[in-house]
T-cell receptor, first 113, second 115 residues
Framework: DAKTTQPTSMDCAEGRAANLPCNHS???????VYWYRQIHSQGPQYIIH???NNETNEMASLIITEDRKSSTLILPHATLRDTAVYYC??????????????FGQGTILTVHP | ETGVTQSPTHLIKTRGQQVTLRCSSQ?????VSWYQQALGQGPQFIFQ???????GRGNFPPRFSGLQFPNYSSELNVNALELDDSALYLC??????????????FGAGTRLSVL
């Protein structure tokens, strides 16, 4: 699975959009980009995933660049409950690792009132 | 609320002892994965069970073992506990479909302290 790089921490004002970047410059053609988050004292929570098209669900949007070397998770209207560690993971959907999530250090997002 | 429950929530053991952690998967899920999360680190994959068989394993020694039962619940066993085994142990369940295996639903974890 490709290595991902994320900023260590980010801040966001409540009600504003939070844009969390992820670099995955060595991603291969059949690797998907997944985002999970972990709120303090809880297990990780799945947010969204995508291959090459932009994706949106009720939680967030995922923008993947055309060359697929980076992506951005967007929380359109951040709330205090979105304060968490956000993990970007690249996974080979067809390989033997498809069941294994490789978490890095993630980005600590702090949403301020 | 993910429907994945883990027990116990907290556990204190001494070095050299053995421990068993339990996980009930979400209804309809046949795959269970276990992760270890040391303080300040991201979760690390231990192993995965699919239909009662080990389906993949991370870089953990054989004293970490597991079981999956016909109802798809699972156990994680750790023998000869070491101080470095102190961590949050997370269980995650998922469907058996290829891509769906990577949409995993986590429990709140078991906090293990080894003294």
């Amino acid at each position: 699975d490709a290595k991902t790089t994320q900023p260590t921490s980010m801040d966001c004002a409540e009600g504003r959009a939070a844009n969390l970047p992820c670099n995955h410059s060595t991603i291969s053609g059949n690797e998907y980009v997944y985002w999970y988050r972990q709120i303090h004292s809880q297990g990780p929570q799945y947010i969204i995933h995508g291959l090459k098209n932009n994706e949106t669900n009720e939680m967030a949007s995922l923008i993947i660049t055309e060359d697929r070397k980076s992506s951005t998770l967007i929380l359109p209207h951040a709330t205090l409950r979105d304060t968490a560690v956000y993990y970007c993971i690249a996974i080979n959907a067809g390989g033997t690792s498809y069941g294994k999530l490789t978490f890095g250090q993630g980005t600590i997002l702090t949403v301020h009132p | 609320e993910t429907g994945v429950t883990q027990s116990p929530t907290h556990l204190i053991k001494t070095r050299g002892q053995q421990v068993t952690l339990r996980c009930s998967s979400q209804s309809g899920h046949n795959t269970v994965s276990w992760y270890q999360q040391a303080l300040g680190q991201g979760p690390q994959f231990i192993f995965q069970y699919y239909r009662e068989e080990e389906n993949g394993r991370g870089n953990f020694p054989p004293r970490f073992s597991g079981l999956q039962f016909p109802n798809y619940s699972s156990e994680l066993n750790v023998n000869a506990l070491e101080l470095d085994d102190s961590a949050l142990y997370l269980c995650a369940s998922s469907s058996g479909d290829t891509l769906a295996k990577t949409i995993q639903y986590f429990g709140a974890g078991t906090r293990l302290s080894v003294l």
